[in-house]
């Protein structure tokens, strides 16, 4: 539940968000229609990354939905009527952009390009809050890792986010567009594309917990992250949204509390009676890519945006199971074995 | 000239250099030729990019010159032969990628991208060295500028040398190539495409002075550089070319003695009998991604590449402008205006 001052700061304003049908954008867009803003979507539900039309079912008919790609030149309309814009779009798969690195510049960063022209004409000194991705450092060199930590991504989704990340920086110097760059840690919560797979470590286990299926881990499940739920990284985008003159252009967005894989798996397994956790050696092409353990240091967006996530983890996980059991035949065909959309192993 | 360790280290490798027929590519292709190597270049002239059939005169006929795009499918067959890789192709134009961005996304980063690809499948494992630039740190933070200095860059040209320098990284750390990056300050000498605005201010001076035009200086010229004369630039591309089990990845590669733009006008109009420099404000378009005063911390560079820049910029400049005067007509039309090849004022 968002809290009161921000949510006022919202009422009939008209807000665009790039990537709302998928999970992050999703949940803002609800909540943003929630505080009385009119909400325009534009996402053109490219195949992999995550976009679902019934993940705004419970605002239907109050959001205006442009079925197009951020890159194409239609977008310059809902530009045009924007004071704020969230751009979500894009594909968070690593694994998608090591199989398919040209896919995912396109994606990622030729259509940010584009977009980001069109904003600097369209929506001048509009504030864009873009959601990019911890991915940006790579392997931690230090923890907690803060927004000074050098960018060394291991991927390819990790260069193509950071230079994206950068087109934001440049256009706000040139006084183009006032952007803000959260970058997220892992968030979980309803509405994850959990029917996809390469969509990261919690949307697997999500996933294996729905269909009943026991979670498995790669190496002892040691590793440790600090999930965020996503109803908290959405009130930091509505506060990035709504801050004045902001001093930091970037921000770490995380859940503040380092949990191992294991810990996750064992409270999925025990709220939703899973079988035996598995153990199996990391696969290669996983391994190449992994970061090791990872937590963020996000005390300058807890100052600059007066924010703390709030979510225990438990509860976070137990109401986004109760979500799937509720909408399963939404995001899951049961029986079915979970092929990767874009047709690889 | 090139010490007679390293010349012997190339006699009889096949090299590949993208970007041969441009300013540092010719000059290093030259300097490969003499060495005793086997020299390919790919080279699609790409307009506006610096590049000149006339560069190779003194080789002419002892190089393989391919005019594939390093993009292209047909890159394969000369990467399959190459012993080491030189990766010179791109567009270095800050004013050009700020008045055609995507144009310098794809020049800059997909066109590597995809010839990175093709080293992973036909020269898995070979060296690369890549020459990226100082401008991916933007405007200093600090001076000298290190390695460890934030990527901040200005323009799109930093951000997407900056995405082109991280896809060598991670191909490196997954064992595909074994690339070095050297990051270049301001370097001149023979072979530049002083034709060509918009190619930098040391171009723009030899331009000036072989025309025996006033120089025009925005601001007071209390700016500084640390420029570097080609023959040492092409020393350290040919080390680190060479050198085995690099620790470093990344070396600031700078001419080491920060010099005023004034400096260099007085001295290029001692030399050459120019009427008095003129001083004008700086133009908008280029005050907005102006980084102020540069030099590079070149400690590094100059431990792991036993190297270190040797020409005098007196000496240097004199070399260069006796180049432009004996081959003028291969560079300057005299008497027509020069206009940007990519038809913008």
């Known amino acids: 539940m968002l809290t009161s001052d921000i949510q006022r700061s919202y009422k009939d ?48 008919g109050d ?53 980001l022209e ?23 060199q230090y923890l907690p890792v803060d927004e000074n930590h050098p960018l060394a991504p291991v991927d390819f989704n990790g260069v193509h986010e950071c230079a994206t990340a950068h087109y934001h920086y440049l256009l706000t110097r040139l006084n183009c567009i006032d952007a803000i760059v959260l970058r997220f840690t892992n968030v979980y919560g309803p509405r994850m594309a959990i029917q996809i797979p390469c969509q990261g ?9 729905v269909r009943g299926e026991p979670i498995t881990l790669y190496g002892d499940g040691t590793q440790f992250r600090d999930p965020i739920h996503v109803s908290d990284a959405c009130e930091a985008l509505l506060r990035a949204g709504a801050i004045k003159n902001p001093e930091l252009r970037t921000l770490n967005v995380g859940g503040g509390s380092p949990v191992t894989l294991l810990e996750i798996a064992n409270e ?3 709220q939703h009676c899973l079988p035996a956790t598995e153990f199996r050696p990391f696969p290669a092409e ?47 065909q049961m029986g079915r074995p979970c092929n990767c959309p874009l047709g690889h192993r």
Not at 44 to 57: D, I, P, T
Not at 118 to 140: L, N
Not at 314 to 325: A, P, Q, S
């Open 118 to 140: 069109a904003c600097r004409r369209e929506a001048p000194g509009r504030r864009v809050v873009y959601a990019s991705t911890r991915q940006v450092y790579g392997k931690p």
């Open 268 to 270: 999925l397994s025990a």
């Open 13 to 60: 304003r008209s807000v665009l968000v790039t990537g709302g049908l998928g999970f992050i954008g999703s949940n803002l867009v609800i909540a943003l229609v929630q505080a009385g803003a009119r909400v325009m979507v534009v996402d053109s539900s490219v195949q992999g990354c995550g976009a679902n039309a019934f993940n705004l079912e419970p605002v239907c």
């Open 286 to 332: 996983r391994a190449r890519i992994d970061i090791g353990n990872y937590c963020s240091d996000s005390s300058a967006s807890q100052t600059a945006l007066q924010w703390r996530p709030v979510t225990d983890l438990c509860k976070g996980l137990r109401e986004t199971l109760r979500y799937y059991d509720e909408h399963v035949t939404r995001y899951l």
């Open 201 to 209: 470590v919690l949307s697997v286990f999500l996933r294996n917990a």
């Open 63 to 115: 959001v205006d939905v442009f079925p197009f790609d951020i890159g194409d030149p239609e977008v310059e309309r809902p530009l045009r009527e924007a004071d704020i814009i969230f751009n979500l779009a894009g594909e968070v798969s690593h694994i998608h952009s090591m199989l398919f690195p040209e896919r995912d510049l396109r994606i990622n960063t030729l259509a940010q390009l584009r977009f």
